[in-house]
């Protein structure tokens, strides 16, 4: 019986003791290097982390995306209506501080700055001849208008999330939450033709676009320590 009792011991002890180990390193700091991907209304794009502190970590990244739709002015029994095809290009570069309060909850706060390239460009055309006294105006003699909004470069980012890539799991989950200030959009215009008397409504755009100037981010993605 002592002898079985031995046995037992000498195989239980060595597995508890790699059980603790391993329990150890699910909970415990490991510092170090990660690696994500994520994706959300910055775009889809890959970033670094590396731990600087048990609370601290250092993050840079990359996002990119593009979307092309079409949309009509007014009403299809207007006059002039003019059809419009535009593109919203989302580029983006950010270095960020994650900071988290607790010492082993994957809640955290989140501060840094963006490199802001998005823009929206936009071309548009009448969607129908117009005819005036009898004289028929085909959509190419009316004109076109053509316009770029452009952001500021440099945009401040302040926002919560949730994952801590250097504790625990070496695969987590992360979750961000934020806003960036790019400022009010610019605007530039150039139009043609009879639409040419229109290169002045730059600045009604720009004040209908003003909401943008605070950028919502909600990205989704995960992260791998090396």
């Not at 988290?100 to 963006?114: D, K, T």
């Not at 053509?146 to 945009?155: E, H």
């Not at 801590?164 to 992360?174: E, N």
Request: proline share 5%; net charge positive; no cysteine.
């Amino acid at each position: 019986m002592k002898n079985v009792i031995l046995l037992f011991l000498s195989l239980a002890l060595p597995v508890y003791s790699l059980a603790q180990r391993d329990k150890q390193q699910t909970t415990s700091f490991q510092p170090g290097v990660a690696v994500g991907v994520r994706a959300g209304t910055a775009g889809v794009g890959l970033d670094v982390s590396k731990s600087i502190a048990s609370r601290w970590v250092l993050r840079v990244g990359g996002n990119l995306f593009s979307y092309m739709g079409k949309l009509k002015s007014g009403k299809d029994t207007d006059d002039i209506q003019i059809g419009f095809d535009y593109k919203i290009k989302l580029a983006s570069f950010n270095a960020l501080i994650d900071f988290y309060p607790f010492q082993r909850a994957g809640f955290r706060l989140i501060g840094g700055v963006f490199y802001n390239l998005n823009e929206l460009t936009f071309d548009g055309l009448p969607t129908k001849e117009v005819s005036f006294n009898d004289v028929t105006f085909t959509r190419q003699q009316l004109g076109t208008i053509n316009g770029k909004a452009n952001f500021n470069k440099v945009a401040p980012y302040v926002g919560l999330g949730w994952g801590r890539p250097f504790r625990g799991s070496r695969l987590t989950f992360m979750a961000d939450l934020g806003v960036f200030y790019q400022q009010s959009p610019q605007v530039t215009l150039v139009t043609t033709g009879m639409l040419e008397p229109s290169s002045d409504q730059g600045p009604v755009i720009e004040q209908n676009l003003r909401p943008l100037k605070y950028y919502p981010v909600l990205n989704l993605g995960l992260t791998y320590r090396l």
